[in-house]
């Protein structure tokens, strides 16, 4: 049998065992939702890294940086940027007695801001699940050649849902440091190794590469790094950790080694995408598979077995936690009553089913992330946002800008699909438009709402 193979089924069986092992511990909703909020700083920083270092990483920016060269070193500095300021909004969003985003939403602003914020939550995560299944394909496609990618994909979904409601957030917390150990190794022993050959082969990057720019304009660089910033501020699995802390410090110190943990390893999947994809054969028919057709075509067994359990690692943890956040969501936001833990198992089976269903919609990565992104950070993040520092902010003047937030991005994207937007309007990505009109409809609310004599 193939060693990959032994060594996937290995460590997936592994995850398993600490999956069953932590489900012992679950006995309550906040137990589940939250791990009983015990998670110490080198644990959450752990799972925060590894939920965010996700197939927006390994397939997106690789799929980038095949396109753009080395300007793609730039797209992890609207995280980081975004972590900086999260560290300051952490302590806040772990003082409030919530268990997820929209209800910060509910306690702020009410029950409709909650419920709203909870079904734009759900959209977005399921999108963003959908195309981590197909990112566990393509790489079980590299063990498994002969087999139907439609398969590979039901599989890799099969295992996510059942390991998401083994144990709630107990066992994707701890399972997310291991996974992110052994993805921060295999990258940075990858990046030094494709270094080395390269260097001994003398290649060198294409005029065509060097671009700091990436013969891109300043319109172009907002709308692709600009979603990920918008997200990361209010994204519901960092939150949804930071209230899982053991104190509001224990948020902060995690924040701050989330910073730089972010930053090392997208630095090195963006290096091994950008010299690994030179030194291989042929290009990869997709360019977002770069990185994976570095460890099974490229670099010895050995390595290329450790950047494949890197990228299951990388794929799992992302998908566990977008696919728990929206179960917790829906059990805790949507329907209430339904909060208690078999309740939220039911929900991540459904709406990891759910998400299958999308996987078969859409073949590409960093389109269909910057969207997924641009819906959640363009109409929820500024609401998250004013709750935490702006607490007095007028409910309706939320509720308007969420709408018109959504709205837009939905109308953009329906109208660059249908090419009904003509140029300079089609060069635009949704979340500029869309985040333009959530501001401007909550200024306009904002100004009425304080015209009333009874504001």
Known sequence: MD?????ILGFLAALTGLGAWYARRIK????FALAGRRLGAPVLTGTLVATWIGTGSLFSNAE????HGVAAFFLPLASAVGIVALSFLAPRARALPAQTVPQILGVRFGLIAQRLGAFTLIAAYLIIVSYQYRAGAAVAQQIFPGTPPWALTVGFAVFVILFTALAGMFSV????VVCGLVMTFGLLVALGLVLSDARAAGVTLPPAMRSLTGDQNLVFWIGVTLPAFLLIL?????????????EPATA?????????????VDWAIIGVALVGGLLLPEPPANPGHVVVDVAFKLVPVGIGVLIAAAAVSIIISTADSYLLASAASAAGDVVERFRAPRWQRTFVVVLGLAALGLAFTSDEFFSVAIYAYTLYGASLTPAVLLALLRPRTTPATII??????????LLWKLGLWREWLAAPWSDLEPVIPALAANVLAMLVAALLTRMRPEA
Do not use: I
């Open 64 to 67: 980038f940086t095949v396109r």
């Open 252 to 264: 902060r110190r995690a924040a701050v080694g989330m910073f730089f943990g972010v930053l090392v």
């Open 234 to 246: 209010g994204d519901a699995n960092m939150h949804q950790r930071f209230l899982s802390a053991r």
């Open 28 to 31: 309550t909703a906040e137990d």
């Open 173 to 176: 917390a701890v399972t997310d």
């Open 400 to 409: 308007a800008g969420m709408c018109a937030g959504l709205a837009t991005a």
């Open 3 to 7: 060693p990959a193979l032994w060594a």
